[in-house]
């Protein structure tokens, strides 16, 4: 059984900046993928950002880029997500999720075996 808790989410200015972290509980840390993903009111689940099991190589959508950072410390069994220069559209549910099959897509809700219970970011503008 994986375990993934997130935690960091607040209310902020726009400009300011979070940092989202996410530890994971259960074997084989170092063998999974992890991503974020956010879900505003009323809209469906979006990706956000994921690095592989080796943390070799990135990936984040178009609005984030330039302002949000992905990383993992294998030995806290945690991922991060830092926040620089928030905009008020940064506003919702922050998820962190688990995948461990390596052939399937990051941009994929269904590829992922687990998910946090979610931590609320609010940028106010």
Known sequence: QFDLEESGGGLVHAGGSLTLSCVASGTSFIANAFS??????????EFVAALTSSGDRLY??????GRFTISRDNAKNTVYLQMNSLKS????????GRKSDWSTSYYAVPSYDSWGQGTQVTVSS
């Open 36 to 45: 974020w993903y956010r879900q505003a009111p009323g809209k469906e689940r």
């Open 89 to 96: 559209e940064d506003t919702a549910i922050y998820y962190c």
């Open 60 to 65: 984040y959508t178009d609005s984030v880029k």
